[in-house]
């Protein structure tokens, strides 16, 4: 198994829902990161799980909660997000953390806030 | 941290055509220059990438060279297809840290 598997691929969520973002992967890779992206521009880094431990957080506001239960699952938890939150959210994973290799990226969840 | 640029934006080849696509980066100490593919509705694919000890790495139609010296990178697409109609991400970054992506190029091949 050599892929990033995401679910939802489509979230519409109101400004006061909570929902969860999965991201999955059997590579045994132990980095594992999250990225938002807007249309027409690349990926931003959100966060980074290092042996499921968070290395890095690039200054996300607190509505956005990663969690990372085990090594091969990675959630984003989502609370009060507000519409200009909408975006392609991104996970990626590599073998370890600032491995010289790329990172295999998933296929994203688009997320809609209204 | 790194602050890379890639240029052009938009590129329109005719198939069959060459395409290239130029990036530079501003930390010297940037050792490692992915290439990504990311296609509509998806997220982006490694296609190639080069580290700093190597000037140039080619892999069947695609090729990267590195100027380090100069400070820039450039993907070579030859023998374009439209299937290769995508968008471009160059990035940069050091072992042991994490990478920072270009702006994209958006390429386009005319069947």
């Known amino acids: 198994d050599t892929e990033v598997t995401q679910t939802p691929k489509h979230l519409v969520m109101g400004m006061t829902n909570k929902k969860s973002l999965k991201c999955e992967q059997h590579?045994?890779?132990?980095?594992m990161y999250w990225y938002k992206q807007k249309a027409k521009k690349p990926p931003e880094l959100m966060f980074v799980?290092?042996?499921?431990?968070?290395?890095i957080n690039e200054s996300v506001p607190s509505r956005f909660s990663p969690e990372c239960p085990n090594s091969s699952l990675l959630n984003l938890h989502l609370h009060a997000l507000q519409p200009e939150d909408s975006a392609l959210y991104l996970c990626?994973?590599?073998?370890?953390?600032?491995?010289?290799?790329?990172?295999?990226f998933g296929s994203g969840t688009r997320l809609t806030v209204v | 941290g790194e602050n890379v640029e890639q240029h052009p934006s938009t590129l329109s080849v005719q198939e069959g055509d060459s395409a290239v696509i130029k990036c530079t980066y501003s930390?010297?100490?940037?050792?490692?220059f992915p290439w990504y593919k990311q296609e509509l509705g998806k997220g982006p694919q490694l296609i190639i990438d080069?580290?700093?000890?190597?000037g140039e790495k080619k892999d069947q139609r695609i090729a990267v060279t590195l100027n380090k010296t100069a400070k820039h990178f450039s993907l070579h697409i030859t023998e374009t297809q439209p299937e290769d109609s995508a968008v471009y991400f160059c990035?940069?970054?050091?072992?042991?840290?994490?990478?920072?992506f270009g702006t994209g190029t958006s390429l386009t091949v005319i069947p």
């Open positions: 990626a994973s590599s073998q370890v953390p600032g491995a010289v290799n790329g990172y295999t």
């Open positions: 590579m045994g890779h132990r980095a």
């Open positions: 990035a940069a970054g050091r072992t042991g840290n994490q990478f920072y």
């Open positions: 080069i580290r700093s000890n190597v």
């Open positions: 930390d010297s100490a940037s050792n490692y």
């Open positions: 799980y290092s042996y499921e431990k968070l290395s």
